[in-house]
């Protein structure tokens, strides 16, 4: 049985791990879609969510199963309840990178922008984008490989993010100011830094459920 157990659980790894990969790189394209104006491929990201779901319902399921059917303890079950956790937080991830999505199909409804609003569209959404996507890399690297080293600087990390989106705030109030034409697509942008600050916080989660299944410790980023 310890076997077939052995087998169980390193599939519920494999599984979470296609998740992740699955999450990142649908947040990933929705941005580069808002970026380029790419419509085309903002639909295929809005496509992707049964996917999302199916992945995370099935990956679930196993776990639920493994834990039945098995009873781990110790090392084992904080392997199986970190899992969970980062099913989780993938899934969020995985639905911001839908919701920015559909932030680009509302804007290309909207015909062209001006100026103001594609200056705006920019920002440093881009590079924000950057930080947030390798925190989420960052993060499943460390729980595939058990490096605890490689998320240390997770804190510093999240602070960066959450300072662009400050930043980014502030930069849309003062083009909405100037020109009250740039309001409902600034706004929107406004929700697009949300999404990926929130999505760095969910790397930070799996960096937090990576650190538990290796040590047992519940520590908290920020």
């Known amino acids: 049985m310890t076997e077939k157990f052995e ?10 791990l296609e998740m992740g990969a699955f999450a990142s790189v649908m947040l990933c394209d929705a941005v580069d879609a808002l970026v380029s104006r790419d419509a085309a491929l903002a639909a295929q990201v ?52 839908k919701a920015i999505a559909k932030v680009e199909c509302h804007i290309e409804e909207a015909g062209a922008l001006n100026d103001r609003a594609q200056l705006a569209r920019l920002l ?19 729980f595939k ?10 804190g510093t990390r999240d602070d960066g993010v959450d300072a662009l989106n400050h930043s980014i705030f502030r930069e849309c109030i003062t083009y909405m100011l100037e020109d009250p034409r740039t309001i409902s ?12 600050e929130r999505s760095a916080d969910h790397a930070c989660t799996i960096a937090e459920a990576t650190i538990f299944m290796k040590t047992g410790e519940r520590v908290e980023i920020k």
Do not use: W
């Open 7 to 16: 087998a169980e659980l390193e599939m519920l790894l494999r599984e979470t």
């Open 46 to 97: 809005i496509a992707k969510k049964e996917e999302l779901r199916d992945r995370h319902n099935k990956t679930e399921d196993r776990a639920y199963e493994v834990l039945t059917l098995y009873q781990p303890v110790a090392r084992d079950l904080r392997a199986v309840v970190a899992c969970l956790k980062v099913l989780e937080a993938l899934e969020r991830i995985g639905r911001y990178g």
């Open 124 to 142: 440093s959404i881009p590079q924000m984008s950057k930080m947030a996507g390798g925190m989420i890399d960052t993060a499943l690297s460390s």
């Open 145 to 154: 490989s058990g490096d605890l080293s490689m998320i240390r600087d997770f």
């Open 185 to 196: 697509q600034c706004t929107r942008f406004v929700m697009v830094a949300r999404y990926l």
